[in-house]
Structure formats: C-alpha cells, structure tokens
C-alpha cells in the first residue's frame, strides 16, 4: 500500500473513531502496525496529531454557536456574560491536567504509539468503562451547572486518556454522567474541553511531522479534510447515541478488537 493511500486510510479511521468512544489513537496505532506498508510510517505520535487536526476542525463547526457564545462572553458581549466567562473558566481548569501530563509525559508517549501492546490493552479498559455507563443514572445537569471540582474531575480523566487505547470521548463523557451531567451535556463539556488540548499538541507535534514523514503537503491537507468530513458525521453519531443512553453498546467491540489486536501482536 503506497503511503498516500496509508494516510487516506488512518485519516478515515481517525475521523470514524475519535468521536466514537472505541479510541481512534487505539486504531492509528494498529493501522501502521498491522496494514500493509504500516512501517513506512513514523513510530512517534506527530502524524495522529495532525489527523487530530482535521477533527478538531469538525468540532468547531458541529460546536459554533456555542463556541461563539463563549467568545462573545470573554469580550463582555452577548447574552448572560458572566455565564460564558465562567464556563470559559471552567473548560480553562478542566485542560490543566492534559496539559501538565502531556509536557511531563511528552517523551514518554512516543514508544506507546510505536507498539499495538499498550493500545490493545488499553482498548480493553476503555470497553470497561463503556460498560460501566449502562443503566447509568444521572441528575441530568447541564453545562451551565457544573462546578470547579466537577470540571477538574473531568479533566483528569481526558490526562489519563493520553494513553492509546483509552477512549478520550467515552472516557470523559462517562465520567461527566457519573458526576450528574446528562449525556448531551457531557458530550458537549468533553468536546469542548478538547480543543485547547488536541490544538497544544498539534503546536508541540506538528513540527516534527516535517521531519519523520516523506509525505508531500498535498497528501497531508487532503487526510485532514477527510478526518474533518467523517468526523463531522461521527460527531453528530455519538451524540444521538450518547442522547439515548447507548454508549455501553460499544464496550464489546473495543473488548473484540484490543483481543485480537493483543493476540496478533504477540503470535
């Protein structure tokens, strides 16, 4: 498989899968390993980030109103001003921990990503946590209602999914409906608190992505617009899903592919 239609293939993966709860960085990480010409691919994390890009993307356009809403309230304009700034606040609180994980772990997480041993079991966990969302009662808080400690609860969980194989979506949605918030509006917290965390590891990452990856601009652009558009779709997917209360639908799936992804990895 040539390179390009590699990367054409990650980014279709990245876009279904990162909204999905069933980890994309799980899967990108088993597509160079297990696809044909997967090892004319980097081991290092730089390409997933930029096909992080490409849903980021898609977030800000399923997102923008209320994007645009907390926009307006950090420059003391539009409706219920003080609301906005202080969700601002909250998404800020709820980013720390990734942050601080991601500049400790940084050179860490490389060696991760070069191995489908980490994300297999880490894909076994993640099918755990979905599971455990089933029948899950929530007081059915919204956004607006969360508090500090909530937030920051939250966040700890989106650092812990830096691993591959854990399911920053589902993680951190399951984690927002254990904590009170109803489905949608977890779904819309943990959306929202990925922007500034994929958006800092694209400016750590994407430098190095010239360097390890003999891919032309041309061929990159195009597999972010493809993570962008499926993305978008994958998006609205979880969010009718997560609105019904079926994300636990997805648990055997993740327990199916990180067993064979561990039994193949270790044959």
Known sequence: MSPFLLVLVLALLQGLTEYLPVSSSAHLVFGKEFLPGGEQLSANASLEVLLHVGTLLAVLLYYRQRIGRLLLGLFGRGHEVAAQRRLLGLLVLATLPAVGAGLLLSAHLDPLFGSPYPAAVSLLVTGLILWRSKGMGNQG?????????????????????????????????????????????????????SIPAVAGAAVLKLPELQETEALPFSSLACAVGVSFVVGWLALGLLVWITRRGRLHMFAPYCWLLGGLALLSALL
Do not use: D, H, W, Y
């Not at 194989?165 to 608190?193: D, K, P, Q």
């Open 141 to 193: 808080l919204e956004v607006e209602n969360l508090t500090a400690k909530t937030a920051l609860l939250i966040g700890v969980v989106q650092a812990c999914a830096i691993m591959p194989g854990i399911s920053r979506s589902g993680s951190t949605i399951v984690a927002g409906m254990a904590l009170g918030l109803s489905g949608e509006a977890a779904a819309a917290f943990s959306f929202l608190m």
